[in-house]
């Protein structure tokens, strides 16, 4: 069991790591390309009715349900994404990868309580001390939730795991703004430079330059 624990964590460690921690809320799906003219199925059509026949084959196994939650989304069927995912988890109830799909689908459909739920169920069926990805997913929605004690409290807690993922270093900034914490504000966006994020590298520099205009750009980095 706990093999399959640490295999589930890696599998959202790299969803994580993939990009979908760089905004606060991820694309719900990607539009999938139809051919209206000759009205052919599309691509998600055809797997989908691919997956609800192995389901429907081998209702033990929960990778079928899993993969028609994901196709779901894709249409933006949430309620169908949601039930394939219950099912899923009926099956493998020790498996976390489902409650943060879950989370993914409340969160990018504004269910914001709903997603904290997930997340926190995703956390607590694994060792959050040992990776920052999660943490963060849930520091984000933390922010969307305007609750910044709770947002300042797992940004925090994802640095002591990994000082140097920048992520959270940008985003206490941010947080640190909005508290109107100018001189802690200013040291999480240097942090963020120092330890080499490069995504917002722009937008930090302009926001350290707002703050104290007197500082030149080689005394920041």
């Not at 508290?179 to 937008?203: D, P, W």
């Amino acid at each position: 069991m706990e093999s399959n624990l640490k295999a589930a964590l890696m599998l959202i460690v790299l969803c994580c790591s993939a990009g979908c921690l760089t905004q606060t809320i991820r694309p719900i799906s990607e539009q999938v390309i139809t051919d209206d003219e000759k009205g052919h199925a599309t691509i998600v059509d055809v797997k989908l009715e691919k997956y609800q026949r192995l389901a429907s084959e081998f209702p033990k196994n929960p990778r079928y349900q899993e993969r028609l939650a994901r196709l779901y989304w894709e249409k933006s069927d949430h309620t169908q994404a949601l039930k394939s995912l219950a099912r899923a988890q009926k099956i493998d109830p020790e498996n976390p990868r489902y409650d943060y799909f879950a989370g993914q689908i409340y969160e990018g459909i504004g269910h914001f309580a709903a997603a904290e739920k997930s997340y926190l169920a995703m956390l607590e069926a694994t060792d959050e001390n040992q990776y920052s990805g999660p943490l963060l997913q849930l520091a984000l929605l933390y922010i969307q939730m305007e609750r910044n004690d709770k947002a300042t409290t797992y940004l925090e807690t994802c640095l002591q795991v990994d000082p140097t993922f920048a992520e959270p270093h940008y985003w206490l900034g941010r947080v640190q703004m909005i508290r109107n914490q100018r001189a802690e504000a200013i040291t999480s966006f240097e942090r963020y430079l120092r330890v080499g994020g490069s995504s917002r590298q722009n937008e930090v520099l302009q926001t350290l330059q707002a703050l104290q205009p007197d500082m030149r750009i080689h005394e920041i980095r």
